[in-house]
């Protein structure tokens, strides 16, 4: 399947999604998570043995576009973004419920909501130039995408605060030491990386695999409400004055 957002392919047992909005950075827009969840569809009824989910261009992904969201009218904002979180949400959960092993392949910027894939999945490989980043205090958003669904039991609930509130960078080396990401591949071949670790699954032995994977994820029940939650906050917030204000600063349309 080939889509102008999202590419698919099988090979050798395993499945291959990748993110394919370069010229934006990968920035989540309706039309790429639609595609996305299609991607996942096609995976589950495929069942490989492990899938690699990677991006194509600089960055894995810079999360929510802020210009689409700006673009959108005041007082259609809540109805853009209950859809379009919810799509983000509704990926996360499908990640979650694929019963085989999921590798993100990551770089570049992965920024805002994006984070929430690569905390949805079970292995993250990154390159030396990936770094990780809320942006929702300096936009004026409520985090969406896991930031405080799953992000806290990852690198610890005073980590993910920090970050969060100081708005601050988690570079390649301290998401390897914080258990963000599970390998640095410092030639930045993440993707190839990302593909032997799929492999290494691929080789074991299948039902023991599925076994760790069912009693080691989150629950899935817990993760999907605590979404829920985050995308009623992030409603709440994001047709307001402070967001609108926010958007505008951010993309270097300050109102006077």
């Given at each position: ?39 996942l ?117 005073g ?8 708005n601050?960078?988690?570079e ?47 629950d ?6 605590a ?5 009623r ?10 967001a ?13």
């Amino acid at each position: 399947m080939k889509t102008a957002n999202v590419l698919y392919e099988l090979e050798d047992g395993i499945a291959t999604i990748t993110l394919n909005r370069p010229e934006r950075h990968n920035a989540l827009v309706q039309p790429l998570l639609d595609e996305l969840r299609e991607a996942l569809a096609r995976c589950r009824q495929d069942n490989p043995a492990a899938l690699v989910l990677r991006a194509e261009g600089r960055s894995f992904s810079s999360g929510g576009d802020v210009a689409a969201f700006y673009e959108v009218a005041r007082g259609e904002r809540r109805a853009y973004a209950t859809r379009l979180v919810g799509a983000l949400n509704e990926a996360m959960l499908d990640l979650l419920r694929l019963p085989v092993a999921t590798v993100a392949a990551v770089h570049g910027m992965v920024t805002g909501g994006s984070v929430g894939l690569v905390l949805a999945c079970d292995i993250a490989v990154a390159g030396p130039n990936t770094h990780f980043a809320p942006w929702y205090t300096a936009v004026g958003f409520s985090p969406d995408g896991g930031w405080t669904a799953l992000m806290p039991e990852r690198i610890g609930r005073g980590r993910a605060l920090d970050v969060q509130l100081t708005n601050r960078h988690i570079e390649a080396v301290e998401a390897l030491q914080l258990g963000l990401v599970q390998y640095l591949e410092e030639d930045g071949d993440v993707s190839a990386r990302a593909v032997r670790l799929a492999r290494q699954v691929r080789d074991a032995k299948r039902v023991s695999v599925r076994n760790t994977l069912a009693l080691t994820r989150p629950d899935v029940n817990r993760v999907a409400a605590a979404l829920e939650v985050e995308r009623r906050h992030f409603l709440e917030l994001i047709d307001s004055e402070e967001a609108d204000r926010g958007m505008a600063a951010f993309l270097g349309r300050a109102k006077q």
